[in-house]
């Protein structure tokens, strides 16, 4: 059932993605064409500031609990993660823990297609062992059997280009509850605990050919299944010591004043830009002209409540359009209609 914490959720990324569209990325679509390289750095810094939304909502307001272990990550660094995916949301999770590196600006995410159209983990881990049975490979059940082909392009593409510094494999695990899809979080159902364990392999140590890379990342992920293993049938954590070996770019207070920040800014921002844009639009409406009125009641009923509404028409214009307002409105002899009715009737007005 869809409750108000969802709702809330929803509602809030959506208005901040929208406004943030308009009235932040909007003013910078000239640069594109004058400095691309400008213009792309501009963008990925609002966008940025737009990511660190989700983390403080799941952590401030819904109480999510972030655990980071593993190595953790070299500030700076040009790195291509690889994760395990026990859910269609993990990829938004992973915000959590790159908030802390300061990688939200430069994070780009390349998800598997089939997460696309696949709702769920039961029915994506069926093709998995599918694919195992195919290939004359292990069944898991843990984490889904990677596809190498994209990782393996990935990799080579970047090392030609001189473009990468490291690999950085996440494992991420959830010891209480598991949302699966984005229907689960408009029901209210977000995680308490969200535990990241970070590996990382400096480039010399990988690889270099197509068929090793392959067996490499099959690897990683025959680690990831008994890592998970213990975590779930053991203490439900990755590491004892609670944190990373590489301390976090930012302090957890530094954290927490982010994600203060970030959740005033990105509540009274949509706000403000609604009226901003509403200021842009005034309206030029009258409900006292008989001649410009054309009265005619369209009543319902609502819980008891009777109200009227009238459609106002110009004789002087060939459309026009329609925006609800509320005023008294007066019937043909010129005076207010009087009504049992606690509320306002509304007056259409063309704008």
Not at 60 to 66: I, Q, R, S, W
Not at 228 to 236: I, M, S, V
Not at 277 to 298: A, G, T, W, Y
Request: glycine share 6%; charged share 25%.
């Amino acid at each position: 059932m869809v409750s108000w914490r969802g709702i809330y959720f929803v509602l809030t990324l959506f208005l901040g993605s929208f406004f943030g569209s308009i009235f932040m990325l909007g003013p910078f679509l000239p640069l594109m064409f004058i400095s691309p390289a400008w213009y792309r750095w501009i963008t990925d810094s609002i966008v940025a500031t737009w990511l660190t939304l989700p983390v403080a909502l799941l952590e401030m307001v819904f109480g999510a609990k972030v655990v980071v272990t593993g190595d953790g990550f070299v500030p700076g660094e040009r790195s291509v993660i690889i994760m395990n995916h026990r859910t269609r949301m993990d990829w938004m999770f992973l915000w959590n823990c790159l908030l802390r590196y300061s990688y939200l600006r430069l994070e780009k995410i390349c998800l598997k297609s089939s997460l696309k159209s696949i709702p769920g983990f039961a029915n994506t881990k069926a093709r998995s062992n599918e694919f195992a049975e195919k290939n004359g490979l292990q069944k898991y059940e843990y984490v889904l059997h990677p596809r190498t082909t994209g990782f393996t392009f990935v990799v080579e593409r970047l090392r030609e280009g001189d473009n990468l510094d490291a690999i950085h494999d996440i494992t991420v695990a959830y010891p209480q509850n598991i949302p699966q899809t984005e229907k689960h979080l408009l029901n209210g159902n977000f995680p308490k605990e969200i535990h990241f364990h970070v590996q990382r392999y400096p480039i010399e140590t990988v690889p270099i050919s197509k068929e090793e890379l392959q067996l490499w990342c099959r690897k990683r992920w025959e680690e990831k299944e008994e890592r998970l293993r213990h975590f779930y049938e053991g203490g439900k954590c990755f590491s004892a010591r609670g944190q990373s070996i590489i301390p976090p770019c930012k302090s957890e207070l530094r954290v927490l004043a982010v994600k203060c920040i970030s959740l005033l800014y990105w509540t009274v921002f949509p706000l403000g830009a609604s009226e901003e844009k509403v200021r842009e639009h005034p309206l030029n409406f009258s409900c006292s002209k008989q001649e410009d009125m054309i009265l005619e009641p369209l009543c319902y009923m609502d819980q008891g409540v009777l109200a009227r509404s009238t459609r106002q028409e110009s004789r002087t214009a060939s459309h026009h359009r329609l925006l609800a307002f509320v005023c008294p409105w007066r019937d043909p002899q010129g005076e207010e209609a009087r009504s049992s009715s606690p509320v306002g009737s509304s007056c259409w007005a063309a704008e």
